[in-house]
């Protein structure tokens, strides 16, 4: 066997090697989307349970303005469909589109996570604390936990965009990138959930 063939010989392995490490991440990633699904079960199960525990405070209908919901909620599903560019792009090998779409859901991303405090914010303005009432500490905890987790992803988001930028789209970037995917939809659902289940509910 020549040299020449034992380096294509090593570079096909190498190929392997990277396609199964990168799988086994994904799965393991899909492992934890479940857990994560877990998690939010187990909170709608508690506002399904405090939601109408209003202990005199103010209700749903009250405190909810659903003009600024559905802005939050547009500018979230428009992250959905920026990182599914991304990704289409990093599938192409073309860096730049995966860096600008990449970009563009982390701003819009940090755009929702900054809608969000401002209605905690004018929530707590008047008054309307998460000790207020049992539906308000379920509202907190469920909406917060969901905010957390998309500051998570705007963070993870920027890191990535560095290492792009310094490595380009070697497979570990192409296999971080496809779990930050994988996780950002997976907000959009749970943020379809909220949407429905706390929002519309409670102004309807």
């Known amino acids: 066997m020549t ?50 525990s209003y202990a005199g405070g103010p209700t749903g209908q009250e405190l909810f303005d659903l003009s600024f919901v559905l802005i939050e909620t547009f500018v979230l599903l428009a992250s959905s469909f920026t990182i599914g560019l ?56 469920l909406v917060g936990t969901h905010g957390l987790h998309v500051t998570s992803g705007v963070i993870w988001g920027l890191v990535l965009l560095i290492q792009i930028g310094k490595k380009g789209l070697v497979a570990t970037n192409v296999t971080r990138l496809s779990c930050l995917s994988l996780f950002w939809h997976f907000l959009h659902i749970i943020w379809i959930c909220v949407f429905t289940i706390v929002y519309l509910t409670g102004v309807l």
Request: aromatic share 14%; with cysteine; net charge negative.
């Open 3 to 52: 040299s020449e063939t034992l380096k294509h010989h090593d570079a096909h392995a190498e190929g392997h090697e990277h396609h199964d490490a990168g799988a086994t991440t994904v799965f393991g990633f899909w492992v934890y989307i479940m857990s994560d699904c877990v998690l939010f079960a187990t909170l709608f199960a508690v506002f399904a349970v405090l939601g109408t």
């Open 86 to 141: 991304a990704t289409l792009a990093m599938h192409r090998g073309d860096k730049a589109k995966t860096q600008q779409w990449l970009l563009l859901t982390v701003i819009l991303g940090a755009l929702f996570v900054a809608l969000e405090i401002y209605e905690f914010h004018h929530l707590v303005g008047i008054g309307a604390t998460w000790q207020t009432s049992a539906f308000l500490s379920a509202y907190f905890t």
